[in-house]
């Protein structure tokens, strides 16, 4: 157990429609990540908060990405007016030392 | 920018075989290295890691070392088991995306036949 859950873990959508997704760490940690994990290729870093704060975004956070984490502790990533590009498994992680441990991911699927 | 490179899968042995899973980076200034593997159905998990160079990171039977003259980090079991078959993303922090964001290679699959 990594000490972090995601929900969903599955999400069927129609192109054009909005999906969140939330990212829940067992326990406190200052920094929380997002990568997106295509198929057959390892994750891609797409976001980092520090506490409540985003302070990194990648260039594949396009403007219909956003993503918040309001009391420092859970965090949503929403992806609005979906496309079929956006199929991937959305994974989260926290930090413990240098270390980082992911949830078991959201698997979208967009049609 | 920093970047991982691994060898293409899938990769198919027999049990008990010897196994190597070539890693590779790019990377400015001194990244710590991981191996993490992700069991059909189940969600990424840490297998190893080195944070300096030289040290040997091991569990379960794998090891990997740290090279800083060849900027590897090489995955390798001396006899694998069917219960070892999954995908093995090698990754690097310390000088990624994101105050020690990860960056992956893509993977490689590992199959283990009886």
């Known amino acids: 157990d990594t000490g972090v859950s995601q929900d969903p873990r599955h999400k069927i959508t129609k192109r054009g429609q909005n999906v969140t997704f939330r990212c829940d760490p067992i326990?406190?940690?200052?920094?929380l990540y997002w990568y997106r994990q295509t198929l057959g290729q390892g994750p891609e870093f797409l976001t980092y908060f520090q506490n409540e704060a985003q302070l990194e975004k990648s260039r594949l956070l396009s403007d219909r990405f956003s993503a918040e984490r309001p009391k420092g502790s859970f965090s949503t990533l929403e992806i609005q007016r979906t496309e079929q590009g956006d199929s991937a498994m959305y994974l989260c992680a926290t930090p413990r030392g240098e270390t980082q441990y992911f949830g078991p991911g959201t698997r979208l699927l967009v049609l | 920018g920093d970047s991982v490179t691994q060898m293409e899968g899938p990769v198919t042995l027999s049990e008990e075989a010897f196994l190597t899973i070539n890693c590779t980076y790019t990377?400015?200034?001194?990244?710590?290295l991981f191996w993490y593997v992700q069991y059909p159905g189940e969600g990424l998990q840490l297998l190893l890691k080195?944070?300096?160079?030289?040290d040997k990171g091991s569990n379960k039977g794998f090891e990997a070392t740290y090279r800083k003259e060849t900027t590897s980090f090489h995955l390798e079991k001396g006899s694998v088991q069917v219960s070892d078959s999954a995908v093995y993303f090698c990754?690097?922090?310390?000088?990624?995306?994101?105050?020690?964001?990860?960056?992956f290679g893509k993977g490689t699959h590992l199959i283990i036949q009886p």
């Open positions: 990377a400015t200034g001194y990244p710590s």
């Open positions: 326990s406190e940690h200052n920094r």
């Open positions: 080195a944070t300096k160079a030289d």
């Open positions: 990754a690097l922090s310390g000088s990624g995306g994101g105050a020690d964001g990860l960056t």
